[in-house]
T-cell receptor, first 112, second 114 residues
Framework: GQQVMQIPQYQHVQEGEDFTTYCNSS?????IQWYKQRPGGHPVFLIQ?????EVKKQKRLTFQFGEAKKNSSLHITATQTTDVGTYFCAGRSSGSARQLTFGSGTQLTVLP | DSGVTQTPKHLITATGQRVTLRCSPR?????VYWYQQSLDQGLQFLIQYYNGEERAKGNILERFSAQQFPDLHSELNLSSLELGDSALYFCASSVLAATYNEQFFGPGTRLTVL
């Protein structure tokens, strides 16, 4: 079945440093979504990427979808303490799968 | 606040028991999803309903079942509970059935099986 791997599993950064999490799928994806889960909270939708090579920005966050639509990344510039949480990617295989498969997440800690 | 409600917030029960988790989707959303999140784990998709019909099935155990009612609320039934079933159970909803839709997650139900 479809597998979505996410690295790193944990990342500690000093406030102001940049952060990147990577998502890799075993199959070609039709779309990929990113969610953020604050400690003790629930996942919150951040963005969706659909096109090959697509790049989207939200303030300090930059999301990329690979040319082959098998990988994606989320980059945060100049992290802040409010960025703390776990970031999940979720993708659907371009085959017959009807559901999103979530990656295992990257837990970000920002040290003040 | 996502607009998705889940009850109860916490549930403590014993092995072998049966529990029911309830979810009310956002107003207007027809699709409901159930996920299981174990400690330090990602989100495992269990099942999806769309307008009362089962649409997609993930890694849902045979001891688990779900349904979506005419008023669109959904219930997840977990039976013959085992220690390993202890987890956070999230419900999410979206307007339509396709995975292109943003999913709105509820606050979750934390299940502890002793």
């Amino acid at each position: 079945g479809q597998q979505v791997m996410q690295i790193p599993q944990y990342q500690h950064v000093q406030e102001g440093e940049d952060f990147t999490t990577y998502c890799n799928s075993s199959t070609t994806l039709s779309n990929i979504q990113w969610y953020k889960q604050r400690p003790g909270g629930h996942p919150v939708f951040l963005i969706q990427l659909v096109k090959s090579g697509e790049v989207k920005k939200q303030k300090r966050l930059t999301f990329q979808f690979g040319e082959a639509k098998k990988n994606s990344s989320l980059h945060i510039t100049a992290t802040q303490t409010t960025d703390v949480g776990t970031y999940f990617c979720a993708g659907r295989s371009s085959g017959s799968a009807r559901q999103l498969t979530f990656g295992s997440g990257t837990q970000l800690t920002v040290l003040p | 606040d996502s607009g998705v409600t889940q009850t109860p917030k916490h549930l403590i029960t014993a092995t072998g028991q049966r529990v029911t988790l309830r979810c009310s989707p956002r107003s207007g959303d027809l699709s409901v999803y159930w996920y299981q999140q174990s400690l330090d784990q990602g989100l495992q998709f269990l099942i999806q309903y769309y307008n009362g019909e089962e649409r997609a099935k993930g890694n849902i155990l045979e001891r688990f079942s779900a349904q979506q009612f005419p008023d669109l609320h959904s219930e997840l039934n977990l039976s013959s509970l085992e220690l390993g079933d202890s987890a956070l159970y999230f419900c999410a909803s979206s307007v339509l059935a396709a995975t292109y839709n943003e999913q709105f997650f509820g606050p979750g139900t934390r299940l502890t099986v002793l």
